[in-house]
């Protein structure tokens, strides 16, 4: 904190948020000192699905491609 990657990364993806469920988790609290030492210097991290999706920035095709397969599997 801040996390102006982050921030800008939520803003990215703020027209899609009725499509996912955005969870945050701060690396810096003892409880997720795992996610910390695997991602201490690539914030923001993405997954989706349990799954890795993508770092430092928002690929939004990336991101569109993996969510639509995502839906289609739903249906």
Known sequence: KPCPL??????VLE??????????VDITLPEN???YDKYKYDIPV???NGKFLMKHRVDIQKFEDRLRK??????
């Open 33 to 35: 000192s795992a996610w």
């Open 46 to 48: 993405f997954h989706l």
């Open 70 to 75: 995502l839906e289609l599997q739903s249906e």
């Open 6 to 11: 982050c921030d800008e990364a939520k803003e």
């Open 15 to 24: 027209p899609h948020k009725g499509r996912f469920v955005l969870q945050e």
